[in-house]
C-alpha cells in the first residue's frame, strides 16, 4: 500500500518562510512523480507544484518565484520549500503521488490518487 505522509506546517507572519517535507513508503511509482496541492476553506483543492524523475518542476501561478520543489530520491522525500509567504497562502497542504505510470507529471488532482492526510499552514498579515 503506498502512502505518503507531510510534515512541517505551522504559523508564520507574512513573508516568512516554511518548509514542507513528505515522506513516501510502500510501492508505487513515486519516484517518477510527486507533487503538492493545497485547499483553503471553502476553496478547490489547488494544484501546487509537482517534480518528476529528472527533477524537472512545475508551479502553479500563484506560487512561481516563491516556493521551490525538491526530492532526495534516496529517501523517498519530497520538500516544499515556501519563501515570502503571503495570507492567501493559507491552506491545508498535501503530497501526492498516483499508483500508475505516467510520463506526464503536472500538479493536476487528476493526475494522481494518493493524498496524505495534508498539514496546515497559516500566514497572518
Avoid at 33 to 56: L, T
Wanted: aromatic fraction near 12%; charge should be neutral; proline fraction near 2%.
Amino acid at each position: 500500500q503506498v502512502q505518503v505522509v507531510e510534515s512541517g506546517g505551522g504559523s508564520v507572519q507574512a513573508g516568512g518562510s516554511l518548509r514542507l517535507s513528505c515522506t513516501a513508503s510502500g510501492y508505487g511509482y513515486s519516484r517518477y512523480c510527486m507533487g503538492w496541492f493545497r485547499q483553503a476553506p471553502g476553496k478547490e483543492r489547488e494544484g501546487v507544484a509537482s517534480i518528476d524523475n529528472y527533477d524537472n518542476p512545475t508551479y502553479g501561478d500563484s506560487v512561481k518565484g516563491r516556493f521551490t520543489v525538491s526530492k532526495d530520491s534516496a529517501k523517498n522525500t519530497l520538500y516544499l520549500q515556501m519563501d515570502n509567504l503571503k495570507p492567501e497562502d493559507t491552506a491545508t497542504y498535501y503530497c501526492a503521488t498516483r499508483t500508475w505510470y505516467d510520463l506526464r507529471c503536472r500538479a493536476r488532482t487528476a493526475e494522481f490518487d494518493v493524498f496524505g492526510q495534508g498539514t496546515q499552514v497559516t500566514v497572518s498579515s
